[in-house]
């Protein structure tokens, strides 16, 4: 077993993978091998897991859905929240029997959960089946860790602290050819007291605009035709770049691909959104109406307990220049309950703001301990069942404004990229307006890929049901 601590990439390790990964495409061409990717947590973790299918694409591994067929698994993880390492682990468990069975199989755990020195020890210790642990700064070197695993009983641990280097030009197996994430900018330098992600992502490290540019590009000559940026903070996109460019500046470029329809991104910092990114979202024409902005807390003391560093009011200024210059846009957000300290005259806060600003939806979480974060050794925890209570209340609350804000749809004609069939029912079609509210309507099949006008007839908390009004 090693454990390396290495930080900078040099040409040679990237040229290594190159040559690995023809050596096993050489091997595996009469032998077909499966792989079989579960992916937890953020669009991030998706993204990384379109990487791996990539190299194992090119070493000659075909995709499985089946872990059984599979002659190497990988787990892509998570660890946000205490709750998704749990079901990591469990999983992890469920791969014991399986392993014994067919011994020759591969099983690798990689991401965000294997940054945290806690894990890795427990996977030495407990999960001796693993053959491959690595981490999110290490990720391009898998085609290696997995030759030496080919070729060795013991299991290959390879993390690395941080990586000061961006490996560009790994191959990218994506999940479908309409949509495609773009990374910009890794890593995190906020450190939001509750929040582990700048532990196991590392700091800021923005993408040369170029790299972006082109890879942009080559996606519009392979039909794309929505792209979403990607990065914990897109905000933040420049900063550590030595020339002179920022977030709204790279948005007025891309925008200028063609075969790009639409273009998305997330995550946003509140504290980072500058008016200049306000009016390109106002002025660029392929810049979707639709803002994912995580408040976290209505409550400033609460905020600044949570080093978010803007306030409740500015926050709502934030929305309303927004709204006063983005006519329709959609906004979404992340909310926090329960984190140490809340009251309920601070969840009343959280309340109160959910109620003025009108999401058109919320992704609602109960504050979970993450070790090693300032807010773990916060005082004044909060008892389980009030956080639960809160959550409910909140959601309960944020349901009836969803359903109310997709009622007044009703009746509008919405552009929308069509998908594919709706898995509910196979005569209809299914797609996203620039709002990004998924639409069900009957259509042809042949409709996929193109950009329809549909009337919206009925709407829910969710989705939206549609009639097709042109092609
Ligand atoms: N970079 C993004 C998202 C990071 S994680 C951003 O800043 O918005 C996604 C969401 O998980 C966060 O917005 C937050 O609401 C939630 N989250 C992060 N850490 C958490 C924790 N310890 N407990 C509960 N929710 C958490
Ligand atoms: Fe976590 Fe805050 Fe960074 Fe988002 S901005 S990843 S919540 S530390
Ligand atoms: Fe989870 Fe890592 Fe994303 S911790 S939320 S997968 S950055």
Redesign the pocket.
Known sequence: MSERKEILVSDDDIKKQKEIINQMAVLNRDRYPKFHIETYG?QMNVHDSEKLAGMLTEMGYTHTDNLEDADVILFNTCC??EHAEIRIFGRVSQLKELKQRKPNIILGICGCMMQEKEVVEAIKNDYPYIDIVFGTHNLFKFPELLQESLNSDTTIIDIWDDNKSIVEDIPIRRAEGLKAWVNIIYG?NNF?T????PYVRGREKSREPHDILNEIKSLANEGFKEITLLG??VNSYGNDLPIKIDFADLLYMINDIDGIERIRFM?S?PKDISDKLIFAMRDLDKLCEHLHL?V?SGSNKILERMNRKYSRERYLEIINKLRDNIPGIAITT???VGFPGETDKDFQDTLDLVKEVRYDSA?T????K?KGTPAEKMSNQVDEDIKHKRLEELINLQNIISIEKNNEMKGKVVEVLVEGTSKRDSEKLTGRTRTNKIVHFKAKPELIGKFVNVKIIDTKAWTMQGELISE
Not at 365 to 368: K, L, M, R, W
Request: charged residues 10%; positive net charge; glycine residues 0%.
């Open positions: 953020c946000v929240r995190c939001c509750y929040c582990i992600v914990q903070n995550t910092h995580p976290q992340d909310i926090i992704y979480f109960i504050y979970s993450r």
